[in-house]
Antibody, heavy 122, light 107 residues
Framework: EVQLLESGGGLVQPGGSLRLSCAAS????????MNWVRQAPGKGLEWVSG????????FYADSVKGRFTFSRDNFKNTLFLQMNSLTAEDTAVYYC???????????????WGQGTRVTVSS | DIQMTQSPSSLSASVGDRVTITCRAS??????LCWYQQKPGKAPRLLIY???SLQTGVPSRFSGSGSGTDFTLTLSSLQPEDFATYYC?????????FGGGTKVEIK
């Protein structure tokens, strides 16, 4: 059974940093690209970042480019999203999601974690 | 970036109704379109990929169609568990982009 378990969310002050993790199991982790998608309170879905199966290629939404870093550890089957210079606009539930097809790039996401909540507030 | 426009933003329907949701892309995305269902407090669930392919485990009352810029998600006979918000997403190019969502409510 595919499982994705996010952690690391919480309350952080504007300008602060947070590191999210996503532990994956139930599939060949190193064979799949992965994504982070967020959802602000009462709003729709927003793609944040993607990473290739090897971790050699990363992609970012303009809204987070230069502030967020997506990485993965294929030995520990874990994803990481380092978030710096956080603002109130980053307040959201953050989901990690498994790419349905392909090693890199644009794809549907066939499995999602339960999400971790990030609140940026003073 | 490719913009995805969904309509309507919300609708009210009864159990047994046929429901259609549309999604329009700002440029051609071939058939690189997927649909998700999301219930309150839950993660999205993939329903349809490649415009019309049913994800494993999804009931056959869900169907998708379209290509190029115009796509449709159809629920042939609405069931109580189908009341949720539905999102389209283009899988043609990075950045991935979603439609604004369609909330299906009980009439």
């Amino acid at each position: 059974e595919v499982q994705l378990l996010e952690s690391g969310g919480g309350l952080v002050q504007p300008g602060g940093s947070l590191r999210l993790s996503c532990a994956a199991s139930g599939f060949t982790f190193s064979a799949h690209a992965m994504n982070w998608v967020r959802q602000a309170p009462g709003k729709g879905l927003e793609w944040v970042s993607g990473i290739s199966s090897s971790g050699g290629n990363t992609f970012y939404a303009d809204s987070v480019k230069g502030r967020f870093t997506f990485s993965r550890d294929n030995f520990k089957n874990t994803l990481f999203l380092q978030m710096n210079s956080l603002t109130a606009e980053d307040t959201a539930v953050y989901y990690c999601a498994k790419a349905a097809f392909g090693l890199v790039g644009a794809t549907a996401s066939d499995y999602w974690g339960q999400g971790t909540r990030v609140t940026v507030s003073s | 970036d490719i913009q995805m426009t969904q309509s309507p933003s919300s609708l009210s329907a009864s159990v047994g109704d046929r429901v259609t949701i549309t999604c329009r892309a700002s440029q051609s995305i071939d058939r690189d379109l997927c649909w998700y269902q999301q219930k309150p407090g839950k993660a999205p669930r993939l329903l349809i990929y490649a415009a019309s392919s049913l994800q494993t485990g999804v009931p056959s009352r869900f169907s998708g169609s379209g290509s190029g810029t115009d796509f449709t998600l159809t629920l042939s006979s609405l069931q109580p568990e189908d009341f949720a918000t539905y999102y389209c997403q283009q899988s043609y190019s990075i950045p991935l982009t979603f439609g604004g969502g369609t909330k299906v409510e009980i009439k």
